[in-house]
């Protein structure tokens, strides 16, 4: 019997050890270097151990900037991306005819490289000293003024993030939420239809409580993706992310360890720390709203 | 209400998209379907029996015919319009609701001068489950009741408004062999309380025979009979309702007629009175008498006592099968150590067939 218990641990010791050099060390190790004050990358030696690490990113401008900027991209872009996939998915549900056809186009961005879908929302948006792009062509039509959506304001710059944001993740939720919409079985259409149930009703008390297991995991996933965002601000900012103003955590972690001002390895593992407590206290909270409403 | 079927036609398109023929579920279909009565939709798999269910719930369109529930012909209508309650195979509960809320549902969906109060809502809800006797259970989930509570509890929703007719697909094939006899009898039960015209579809001829008030045999999505239940058994219309009705078989012989005698294995086992030719004679096991000076000669296989009955296996020349299954009564057992087994036969229940067109042949 107990040499049977050790044969279990034998079959996983590879797993085992595999988590734990690249994964379990690493961890501890962030942790650790979070506390050490002080740090230097070249004698790697450092001064005492404290808080310090966390009171400085705290503080740091380009860090509020990062934070701030994180946020309203998971604000903005988790519950439109999710609703309008959600729209899309009852659409493509509902048709017939080349439904095959309109399901693989909207799947098209997901395995589409987002450096190359970067550049053509560059194509649509920048300001050049020869065009004003294509979507300023279109403003002009209604009569109005030319926007830098790359290089101009704020809100210009956050709404092509957003836009673009949206329009990256929406193919994977699609996918999803066709496939759970097909998985309603029939007969409770059928049975509904045959009690009169008004179309809407059929969405709001079937449909809806069906797949909310999915859409759950849509939100809870997409707000850890989100919190995560960097290469797809990269595709659209460049590098230099703290200069346009649209850097996030992971950029800021990021710039920490290699950027212009990089080396730091303490702040960039406070950072990260800050993030991994914001996405584990969010999705606490998901979890539990998701307990709440999921109940089958 | 009564229901009447005129030559309802459903075809469907082929699912193998290369054969350009439709499919026919149901092939010119006509029959009345009496008020009040208990009527079992009887017939093999994939024989129409679940599409003819779905036109007169009107889930399905009949391609053509027409389908009048009373004087009204309601073939153009929309389920909801038609007043039908139906009940799935596999109920099609909906999970995330308590029985309370399944039972409900319809009600709910009730609007303009036929809404109802709260009240009025709740008192029907609660007469319906008491009717099914799950009252009980009215905060549960479906998951947490069993398959015969579930089944009660769609029987429930699909009674709530109190249709005019009440349809079950397969009612009784997801439960287990106690819990089916159990939950038909509560079938017949309810039908009987609330009088309401039902149509239940069943593969299982023991099932349709033991509850209902008339059976209606399909094959290949053509009607081949219909009758009380002990009609269709003692006089089947052609030798297919002949086989599938009855639990052991019926056993199936080629024989001949000459001279006003039924031939089997050249012997003359019964007087008939019908012309000389060649005929499918099919015997009940309950036809056979053990009879020393009986007619009929078998080679005896093997004896199964069942308890009150005995079961002679048996073998014949023109048997259609490999073993003949006769039931007779303990004490006219005959010797196990014999080699053979002479037996006389019960003209009542031995039917003839016409071998061509395998209909029956009076005699």
Redesign the interface.
């Known amino acids: 019997m107990s040499y049977n218990k050790y044969k279990g641990w034998l079959y996983l010791l590879p797993a085992i050890l595999f988590l734990a050099v690249f994964m379990i060390y690493p961890l501890i190790d962030v942790v650790v270097y979070s506390f050490e004050e002080g740090y230097n990358f070249a004698s790697q030696s450092f001064m005492g151990v404290g808080t310090y690490n966390f009171s400085y990113v705290l503080h740091d401008p380009y860090f509020l900037q990062a934070l701030k900027n994180t946020f309203i991209i998971v604000i903005i872009t988790v519950p439109l991306s999710t609703g309008i996939a959600l729209l899309i998915s009852l659409g493509l549900n509902s048709i017939k005819p080349l439904k095959e056809l309109f399901q693989t186009v909207y799947f098209l961005p997901y395995v589409t490289n987002t450096l190359a879908v970067g550049l053509v929302f560059m194509i649509l948006f920048k300001k050049t000293a020869y065009s004003d792009g294509l979507i300023n062509l279109v403003i002009n039509l209604f009569g109005h003024e030319s926007i830098d959506f790359i290089d101009g304001p704020y809100p210009a710059k956050m709404f092509v993030m957003c836009f673009y944001t949206i329009w990256v993740v929406m193919p994977f939720k699609i996918l999803i939420l066709t496939s759970a919409l097909a998985s309603v079985k029939k007969d409770y259409y059928n049975a509904a239809k045959v009690d009169g149930t008004r179309p809407f009703r059929i969405f709001y008390k079937i449909t809806l409580p069906m797949i909310s297991p999915m859409i759950f995991y849509l939100v809870i996933t997409g707000f850890i993706g989100a919190f995560k965002a960097y290469s797809d601000e990269v595709a659209i900012f460049g590098t230099n992310l703290n200069a346009a103003g649209m850097n996030t955590i992971v950029g800021y972690v990021y710039d920490m360890l290699y950027g212009d001002s990089g080396g730091y390895p303490s702040y960039a593992s406070a950072a990260s720390l800050i993030l991994f407590a914001i996405v584990f206290t969010i999705t606490v909270i998901n979890l539990t709203i998701s307990k709440k409403n999921v109940q089958y | 209400m009564n229901v009447t079927l005129s030559h309802l036609t459903k075809k469907f398109p082929n699912r193998n998209k290369k054969i350009k023929d439709d499919v026919t579920a149901v092939n010119d279909f006509s029959m009345e379907i009496p008020d009040g009565m208990l009527v079992a939709l009887l017939g093999p798999s994939g024989c129409g029996k679940s599409t003819m269910l779905n036109m007169i ?3 399905e369109k009949p391609t053509e015919g027409k389908i009048f529930f009373g004087e009204d012909d309601v073939t153009g209508l ?4 038609r007043g ?3 009940v ?1 195979q ?1 109920y ?1 509960l ?4 308590t029985v309370r809320q399944n039972i409900l ?2 009600l709910e ?3 303009g001068k036929d809404k109802l109060s709260k009240e009025v809502m709740e008192e029907k809800a609660i007469e319906a489950a008491k009717l099914v006797q799950i009252e009980e259970y009215m905060q549960r ?1 479906p ?1 947490e009741l069993s398959g015969g509570q579930q089944q009660r509890v769609a029987i429930a ?1 699909a009674l709530v ?1 109190m249709p005019g007719i009440l349809l079950l697909d397969e009612p009784l094939s997801n439960l287990d062999a106690r819990l089916r006899l159990q939950t038909r009898e509560e079938l017949r039960r309810i039908q009987r309380e609330t009088g309401i015209t039902t149509v239940f579809v069943t593969h299982d001829q023991e099932e349709a025979m033991s509850i209902s008030d008339m059976i209606v045999v399909m094959k290949d999505g053509l009607f081949m009979q219909k009758g009380k239940p002990q009609e269709v058994y003692d006089v089947p219309v052609n030798l297919f309702v002949a086989k599938f009705l009855g639990t052991p078989a019926i056993n199936v012989f080629k024989a001949f007629v000459k001279d006003k005698k039924l031939m089997i294995n050249d012997e003359a086992v019964l007087d008939v009175n019908t012309s000389d030719r060649d005929v499918y004679a099919a015997i009940r096991p309950e036809g056979f008498i053990v009879d020393e000076n009986g007619p009929m000669t078998c080679k005896l296989k093997r004896i199964e006592i069942m308890g009150r009955d005995t079961s002679v296996l048996s073998e014949n020349p023109a048997f259609e099968g490999t073993v003949i299954r006769s039931i007779v009564s303990s004490e006219d057992a005959p010797d196990p150590d014999k080699d053979t087994v002479h037996f006389s036969l019960k003209p009542g229940k031995v039917h003839l067939f016409d071998i061509e067109s395998e209909e029956r042949i009076d005699y």
């Open positions: 719930s009107g889930l929309s389920p909801e319009k039908v309650g139906l799935f596999n099609a909906y999970p995330h609701l549902f319809p969906n009730l609007k989930k998951g929703r408004k």
